[in-house]
Nanobody, 124 residues
Framework: QVQLVESGGGLVQAGDSLRLSCAAS????????MGWFRQASGTEREFIAA????????YYADSVKGRFTISGDNAKNTVSLQMSSLKPEDTAVYYC?????????????????WGQGTQVTVSS
């Protein structure tokens, strides 16, 4: 059974930085892609960032490009999302996701595995 567990959410002020982590377990993720989505209250879940475990160019939504950085640690089966210059509009529940194909995360936005989510609140 695949499990994705997020951590690192919280309440911060506009302009602050925050780092989210996602621990993956249940199988070897060496051939998987990992990503992050978010869902603000009353809106649809949106893609934020993705990366393949074997490296390569990461993918970002335009709304976070230049402010958020995704990275993976193969040895620890973790993927992180470093968020900087946070804005109130970044307030949302952030979800970790995994799939064998990065296109299912970035394009189809329908990955096979989801974490339970972690709340990020940015105050103005």
């Amino acid at each position: 059974q695949v499990q994705l567990v997020e951590s690192g959410g919280g309440l911060v002020q506009a302009g602050d930085s925050l780092r989210l982590s996602c621990a993956a377990s249940g199988r070897s993720f060496s051939t998987y892609a990992m990503g992050w989505f978010r869902q603000a209250s009353g809106t649809e879940r949106e893609f934020i960032a993705a990366i393949n475990w074997n490296g390569g160019t990461p993918y970002y939504a335009d709304s976070v490009k230049g402010r958020f950085t995704i990275s993976g640690d193969n040895a620890k089966n973790t993927v992180s999302l470093q968020m900087s210059s946070l804005k109130p509009e970044d307030t949302a529940v952030y979800y970790c996701a995994a799939d064998r194909q990065v296109r299912n995360i970035v394009v189809a936005q329908n990955p096979g595995y989801w974490g339970q989510g972690t709340q990020v609140t940015v105050s103005s």
